[in-house]
């Protein structure tokens, strides 16, 4: 059995996406291999003064089944319009509703109310990929998501970001725990050996045991202080969980207090966004992060619903 590429993280967050990437599964005719549409973001933005080597990956899960369609717009294509005669988003120039044409794409362009990942692509911080999916799709959504977060097309392996954290850094340190906002742990992050830090909101990310009585308050504390004999596996193990914990859930809370930056735009994509931000000024740890924003399955009243959706998504990028 061959040992597993000692890739660190630098490599696999400069061969990955090191600002956000959006993906959409395309019909036959705009499934052909995309042009060099963007900078080689990774080492563009270790050129940046202040921006550190090792990269922070943040993927942002568009839950439901986003158009990508209409998000990313073929108006160079008849057969777009021939297929979507209601739907259909008209070529740049031809309306107020008009697609957002993309400088050099050839016929592509963005939804219109995409016009902050298009701010993005305009200061070279944006960049699409075309055409990702796998031969004869499976039409089945609930199978569709586990192949889309195992990247397996069985849909049965761990979770693509999961198998990362269960095999990196040869020789180095194991990595720290990714973090996912959220009120359940997507399958993505989840490996055979590691799990993800997960919760909702950073003020409930905390120690409960205080609130059932000091007794148990004092036991969990006194957990880490037990004298280890070095041959109790499993005191170990809950000595160390429970340092992890208290430590984590302080850092995360401290992180999250501090002011912001910037100002913010409004809605759930925007305040997860905002709590990443804080975790990654504060120098946590954490390489990988994981949001997620739905409504993406958008069967009826797609003009509107997609519209306010695809405008969260670009001003909170």
């Known amino acids: 059995m061959t040992e597993p590429t000692p890739w660190t993280r630098r490599h ?11 993906a959409a599964t395309a019909p ?3 499934q052909r291999a995309s042009e060099a549409m963007c900078l080689p973001l990774g080492s563009m933005l270790s050129s940046l003064a202040g921006v550190p080597q090792d990269h922070v990956l943040v993927v942002v899960q568009l839950a439901g089944g986003n158009d990508g369609l209409n998000t990313v717009v073929p108006y160079g294509s008849s057969d777009y319009y021939k297929k979507r005669p209601q739907l259909a988003i008209a070529a740049p120039g031809k309306g107020n509703e008009a697609a957002l044409a993309l400088p050099g794409s050839d016929g592509l362009g963005l939804h219109p109310a995409f016009s902050g990942f298009r701010e ?35 849909g049965r392996d761990n979770g693509w970001l999961g198998r990362y954290f269960d095999n990196t850094c040869k020789g180095t340190p194991e990595a720290a725990s990714g973090i996912a906002l959220g009120n359940a742990a997507p399958l993505a992050m989840q490996g055979a050996k590691s799990l993800p830090v997960s919760f909702e909101s950073p003020d409930l990310y905390r120690w ?110």
Request: hydrophobic share 40%; net charge negative; with cysteine.
């Open 12 to 22: 696999f967050i400069q061969r990955g996406t090191a600002l956000a990437s959006m």
């Open 28 to 30: 036959l005719f705009i």
């Open 120 to 154: 993005l692509f305009d200061n070279g911080l944006g960049c699409i990929v075309q055409g990702i999916g796998y031969p004869n799709p499976n039409r089945s959504h609930f199978s569709s998501m586990d192949i889309w977060h195992t990247a397996d097309t069985s």
């Open 208 to 317: 409960m045991g205080e609130d059932f009585g000091d007794d148990v308050a004092s036991a969990f504390k006194s957990v880490p202080g037990k004298h280890d004999s070095g041959t109790d596996d499993n005191l170990a193990f809950l000595k160390r969980t429970a340092l992890d914990a208290q430590m984590s859930s302080n850092q995360v809370r401290k992180a999250v207090s501090v002011s912001p930056l910037t100002s913010w735009s409004g809605g759930d994509l925007a305040t997860q966004l905002q709590t990443v931000a804080a975790l990654v000024r504060a120098g946590m740890s954490t390489r990988v992060y994981y949001v997620t924003l739905g409504g993406f399955d958008t069967h009826a009243n797609q003009e509107g619903s997609h519209q306010r959706l695809l405008r969260q998504v670009g001003d909170s990028l």
